[in-house]
C-alpha cells in the first residue's frame, strides 16, 4: 500500500493523472467526483445515528467537549439542511467556542470520519474503486477563503484561470443553452483542462479518499490512531465516542 503523508505539504505537477473535484457536479474522465465532505446522498451510521454527510460529523468534533454549550453547537449543525451550510453559517456564529486542543486531532478525526462513511455506504464505496490506482486526487481549494484551504487542499491559480477563461468562452458562444445543459458542459470541458501549473498544499482530504480507496481494495482498515482519539475525549450529542468497536 501506497504512504500518505497526513499533514506534508506537497506540491503535484498538474497532469491527466491529477484528477480535481471541487463540487459534487464535478466529471472528470465520466466520473461524477461527488467527493466532497459536504456531499448528499451518501448516509452511513456512526455513534448510533445516521448522518447526511460526513461534514456535520468532522465539524460536530470541533466543539465536542462534555458540556452543555457543546452540545447544544452540535445540535445546532445538524440543524441545518447541509452539510456546507453547517460549515458557512455554524463555523462563523461559533468560531470562539472551538476546542482549542482540535488542531492536535483534527487529521486522524477527519480520516476516521471519512473511513465511517466508507463503511456505512456502498455507493460511496463504489465511486472511489472507480478511481484509477494511479490517480492523484486532489480538493481544489484554488478559491476557497476558509484559513484551512490548504490543510484540506491544493491551489493552483494558473490551471484556474486556464479554466475560468473558458468557462466564459463557452458561456459566450452557447447563450441558448438551457442552464442545466451549459453547467455540464461547462463542467466537462474545463475539467479537461489538467496539464497546467502547480497544485500546492497539504491536500490532507485528498490523501484520506486515495488511503480509504486502497485500503477497500485490500480488504483492510486505514492506520486511523485511535490512542489518540480516546485520549481527546471526543463526545458527541451527550456520548463519548470509545471506539471500541475499531
Known sequence: MKNYYLGREEAYIASP?????RSVDDIVNGINLRLSNMAGGFPFECGGRVWKDSE????????????????FIQECLLSYTSGF?????????????????????????????VWQKCKGNEGFRKLLLQIPQDVILVENTTTD????????????????NKRLNLEIILMHKNKDMKQKDLK????????????????????????ILMLCRDCIQEGVEPPIDYDLLRRSNIYILGELLTFENN
Open 17 to 21: 493523472q491529477v484528477w480535481s473535484f
Open 56 to 71: 456535520r460529523l468532522y465539524l460536530c468534533g470541533e466543539w465536542s467537549n462534555n458540556t452543555n454549550e457543546h452540545r
Open 184 to 207: 455540464h458542459l461547462i463542467n466537462v470541458e474545463t475539467n479537461k483542462i489538467n496539464d497546467i501549473g502547480v497544485w500546492k498544499g497539504q491536500n490532507n482530504i485528498g490523501k
Open 145 to 160: 477563503k476558509w484559513t484551512s484551504a490548504e490543510i484540506w487542499g491544493c491551489k493552483n491559480e494558473e490551471l484556474w
Open 85 to 113: 451550510g453547517a460549515k458557512r453559517f455554524g463555523k462563523s456564529r461559533f468560531k470562539n467556542f472551538i476546542r482549542p486542543d482540535f488542531v492536535n486531532f483534527r487529521l486522524q478525526w477527519m480520516l476516521y470520519c
